[in-house]
């Protein structure tokens, strides 16, 4: 069974305004980090943080980490169009290499 | 770097019929992995390597076969097609040590089994 779950499954905004979305897991985890697929495209790298981590920014990227609820959120703020596109968390076991995707959350910006 | 090359990109197979996904990375990456991707299920592991002639099974491995000669190639061995092995795959690599956290991905191969 998959690691990640997002939520929410589709997600539509007005470009400019700020997008959230959740992921939760199941096992102990080295990492979490977050992919965006645009589509009919392979999935991009945006941004990864460790367990031992709280909060992470990368430009218009805002990720938070809470171990204990195993839970992670991605904000985008100031979405643009370009924006659009399906974003993935993916988590980093302890125990093995393997990376684990959830099911993804779709994202709309609207112009 | 060209980073992680696929072919083909589109294939169109009969059922029971065999094919071969390539999958290549020119980054001297250990780990090396596939995927497939159907709507609403996200990515689905099938097998992945942490080295040359080492294998192992993921989440989905059921009528996929992989093998790791070198470093730098992974394919994925279709033995008969189903039509429920229509999907994306992709291949995908990363570091095992160091800055083993980034996983790299290919552009996607689609699979239709008619």
């Known amino acids: 069974s998959q690691q990640g779950e997002e939520d929410p499954q589709a997600l539509s905004i007005q470009e400019g305004e700020n997008a959230t979305m959740n992921c939760s897991y199941k096992t102990s985890i080295n990492n979490l980090q977050w992919y965006r697929q645009n589509s009919g495209r392979g999935l991009v790298h945006l941004i990864l943080?460790?367990?031992?981590?709280r909060e992470k920014h990368s430009g218009r990227l805002r990720v938070t980490l809470d171990t204990s609820k195993k839970s992670s959120s991605l904000l985008i703020t100031a979405s643009r169009a370009a924006d659009t596109a399906s974003y993935f968390c993916?988590?980093?076991?302890?125990?093995?290499?393997?990376?684990?995707f959830g099911a993804g959350t779709t994202v709309t910006v609207r112009a | 770097n060209a980073g992680v090359t696929q072919t083909p990109k589109f294939q169109v197979l009969k059922t029971g019929q065999s094919m071969t996904l390539q999958c290549a990375q020119d980054m001297n990456h250990e780990y090396m992995s596939w995927y497939r991707q159907d709507p609403g299920m996200g990515l689905r592991l099938i097998h992945y390597s942490v080295g040359a002639g080492i294998t192992d099974q993921g989440e989905v491995p059921n009528g996929y076969n992989v093998s790791r000669s070198t470093t730098e190639d992974f394919p994925l061995r279709l033995l008969s097609a189903a039509p429920s092995q229509t999907s994306v795959y992709f291949c995908?690599?990363?570091?095992?040590?160091?800055?083993?956290?980034?996983?790299?991905f290919g552009p996607g191969t689609r699979l239709l089994v008619l």
């Open positions: 995908a690599s990363r570091r095992t040590s160091g800055g083993r956290e980034t996983q790299y």
């Open positions: 993916a988590t980093d076991a302890v125990d093995d290499y393997k990376l684990s």
């Open positions: 943080i460790r367990s031992n981590e």
